[in-house]
């Protein structure tokens, strides 16, 4: 009883207290309970990111007192994009990275936003995604950001636009970072002060390099490539910029933009399998769920090997057996069908010889030619003779009914078509007979 005379002895008092508070006070009440209960969770900071946030710390573990530093201490125009790349941080880097090392990226990420016109003018999107990131793929995390903007900045002040800038910068690249192309580097995925102390590096490393190069001085750029070419030659990493409001690809070794040696094997690429895609990475997760180009060795738990070439079961085998460093966690877009436009617009454009024409080739299911449904994806490998000059992929359903797979070949000639599809047991030959035209539809109806 004492115990329960004295809890309605307090609940009374707590009733007069409040009774005898005036209405200023109440409202004053009131005013800082609201208060506190509108302050942000993270100042400076979107709402949306909350919970990535949260979810980010607690997977930082011990480490979570770096990141929460860097997010407080960096300057408030700044806060957003260092939610940004807290937020989408591949746990490797959570657990790993200094706030020190988060707040210099950051800074010179921003001293070229406002230093340069084509960086400011971009969308944060973009910026975010393609300027701001302190890494690619799955390279050594360098401090690499302040060295280069006091590299490239002398290259880039003084131009006008951005495409002049990013051939100040990838004409004499080489030259300033003092890195050649060479097979004897020590892995595929040198970081910028790895290659540059050893002055060399292969399609990857190269390509990294000059990415970061463009991202210092606030261009967007990212890494593309593919895990397998069609013809089984091997592999290959270039970059990417963001020019005019779309993604035109670049090499270390440059030519101009949407130009190199490798785009007749990119554009020959095969939708239908991932092997063959052309990735282009993402630092934000995307659908595609990992950049296959940098590990093909988890692109083959994903697909059927048994259908391609005997001579590279072999090869195969030992990317399966390569051990694996954990989940991948470099996200990816998959731009293959880009890079076939890319080659089909190149070969339109590219002047034909008098005895040249172009064959545009479409293969069908049945003998409705008329729609879509009836298109069916195959490998198609042009011979003269026994003597195989070119191949690619034909047009799939989805494709537009304008689309063909187009050939450049010679006129009034007979050549062979071989089209393939393992998946759905096709192999069958058809008679490609050329006349006097320009251009010759060629509609391949499979034999059932």
Not at 39 to 54: A, C, H, I, R, S
Not at 196 to 209: D, P, R, V
Not at 293 to 314: R, Y
Request: net charge negative; glycine share 4%.
């Amino acid at each position: 009883m004492v115990f329960y005379d004295s809890l309605v002895i307090k609940f009374k008092w707590v009733n007069t207290c409040i009774f005898n508070m005036t209405k200023i006070q109440i409202l004053l009440l009131l005013a800082v309970v609201l208060f506190s209960s509108c302050q942000p969770k993270y100042p400076g900071v979107p709402e949306f990111y909350n919970t990535l946030l949260d979810s980010a710390f607690v997977k930082a573990g011990d480490n979570a007192a770096e990141l929460q530093k860097a997010l407080a201490e960096v300057p408030l125009e700044q806060k957003e994009g260092m939610a940004f790349i807290i937020s989408h941080m591949p746990k490797r880097d959570l657990t790993t990275l200094t706030a020190a090392f988060l707040l210099e990226n950051s800074e010179y990420a921003y001293k070229a936003r406002e230093k340069y016109p084509w960086c400011a003018a971009l969308p944060d999107s973009i910026f975010f995604n393609e300027v701001l990131p302190y890494a690619n793929i799955s390279e050594t995390r360098d401090a690499w950001r302040k060295d280069f903007f006091e590299r490239f900045s002398k290259y880039a002040d003084g131009k006008e636009n951005m495409v002049d800038a990013i051939f100040a910068i990838a004409r004499p690249i080489n030259k300033e970072v003092k890195v050649e192309y060479n097979t004897k580097r020590s892995k595929v995925d040198l970081s910028p002060k790895e290659a540059m102390a050893e002055n060399m590096a292969t399609c990857t490393g190269l390509s990294i390099i000059l990415t970061d190069a463009f991202r210092s001085v606030g261009i967007p750029s990212r890494l593309a490539g593919t895990a397998m070419w069609t013809n089984y030659k091997g592999n290959h990493t270039w970059s990417e910029v963001w020019v005019d409001n779309q993604w035109q690809f670049i090499e270390y070794y440059p030519d101009t933009l949407n130009k190199s040696w490798f785009l007749a094997d990119a554009g020959k690429a095969d939708p239908d399998n991932m092997l063959h895609w052309i990735y282009a990475t993402s630092y934000k997760p995307t659908g595609l769920w990992y950049y296959a180009a940098v590990d093909g060795a988890h692109v083959l738990d994903s697909i059927d090997t048994s259908g391609f070439p005997e001579e590279m079961q072999a090869r195969f085998k030992r990317m399966e057996d390569r051990p694996k460093k954990g989940e991948p966690y470099i996200w990816g877009v998959n731009v293959t069908q880009k890079y076939i436009d890319l080659y089909q617009e190149s070969l339109e454009n590219s002047k034909l010889n008098e005895d040249e024409m172009m064959a545009g080739l479409v293969v069908f299911a049945d003998a409705d030619t008329t729609k879509s449904e009836s298109r069916i994806s195959c490998r198609v490998d042009i011979f003269e003779g026994d003597n195989k000059i070119d191949f690619g992929y034909s047009p799939r359903k989805t494709d537009d009914m304008n689309l063909f797979l187009k050939f450049r070949l010679k006129k009034v000639k007979e050549y062979k078509a071989v089209v393939t599809n393992p998946g759905e047991n096709i192999s069958q030959t058809f008679p490609v007979l050329t006349g006097n035209n320009s251009f010759q539809e060629f509609k391949l109806v499979l034999k059932n």
